[in-house]
Nanobody, 126 residues
Framework: QVQLVESGGGLVQPGGSLRLSCAAS????????IGWFRKAPGKELEAVSC????????NYYHPVQGRFSISRDVAKNAVYLQMNSLKPEDTAVYSC???????????????????WGQGTQVTVSS
């Protein structure tokens, strides 16, 4: 069964850090582009970061550049999102998704991600 499961969310104070995990089963993450997205109440789904398939590079979207870092562990079949210097506006449900597209993941549209995890809540508040 093809599945993505996120974990690692929680409540953190502004300036704090969290590491989210996206664990895959039923397929190899190395063969897919993996994206992290977030959805805050009242806002549209927003792309956060992505890593291209086949050892491709990582990309970050403007609001998180310099603060978030994405990585992939092929042996553990997981992708991680290290989030530092968290701000209240980072509060959202974070989800990972996979795409079979092979181009730079920065150019993969949201609709091309066809398998999604259930999401994990991140709350940044004092």
């Amino acid at each position: 069964q093809v599945q993505l499961v996120e974990s690692g969310g929680g409540l953190v104070q502004p300036g704090g850090s969290l590491r989210l995990s996206c664990a895959a089963s039923g397929f190899s993450l190395a063969n897919y582009a993996i994206g992290w997205f977030r959805k805050a109440p009242g806002k549209e789904l927003e792309a956060v970061s992505c890593i291209s398939s086949g050892g491709g590079g990582a990309n970050y979207y403007h609001p998180v550049q310099g603060r978030f870092s994405i990585s992939r562990d092929v042996a553990k079949n997981a992708v991680y999102l290290q989030m530092n210097s968290l701000k209240p506006e980072d509060t959202a449900v974070y989800s990972c998704a996979r795409s079979s597209r092979v181009e730079n993941c920065l150019f993969i549209p949201e609709y091309a991600y066809n398998t999604w995890g259930q999401g994990t809540q991140v709350t940044v508040s004092s």
